[in-house]
């Protein structure tokens, strides 16, 4: 059975950042482009930065420069390492398979970005 839990998320003010993790289990973790989705209050949930099993990132226009993943793939693991967050920013954090959610998804980490 697939399974993700995420976690790092918080409160923050704006320009300031956060980590997020996500521990994967159930599939081969290492074979997979891993996703970070957002959703937003009233708004579906979007693609915001992918990692391929080789470590190459793609990331959403709205969060380049200053959203970078990683991924450990010996721990089964992607990161999101957040900066300069903005009001926008705001949501619940997925990880899931990218750019394809294939699997259920985990219960997300709460990311708000308030002053």
């Known amino acids: 059975q697939v399974q993700f839990v995420e976690s790092g998320g918080g409160l923050v003010q704006p320009g300031g950042s956060l980590r997020l993790s996500c521990t994967a289990s159930?599939?081969?973790?290492?074979?997979?482009?891993m996703g970070w989705y957002r959703q937003a209050p009233g708004n579906q949930r979007e693609l915001v930065a992918r990692?391929?099993?080789?470590?190459?990132?793609i990331y959403l226009d709205s969060v380049k420069g200053r959203f970078a993943a990683s991924r450990d793939n010996a721990k089964s693991t992607v990161y999101l390492q957040m900066n300069s967050l903005k009001l926008e920013d705001t949501g619940v954090y997925y990880c899931?398979?990218?750019?394809?959610?294939?699997?259920?998804w985990g219960q997300g980490t709460q990311v708000t970005v308030s002053s």
């Open positions: 159930g599939f081969f973790f290492g074979d997979y482009t």
């Open positions: 899931n398979s990218a750019p394809q959610s294939l699997y259920s």
């Open positions: 990692i391929t099993s080789s470590g190459i990132t």
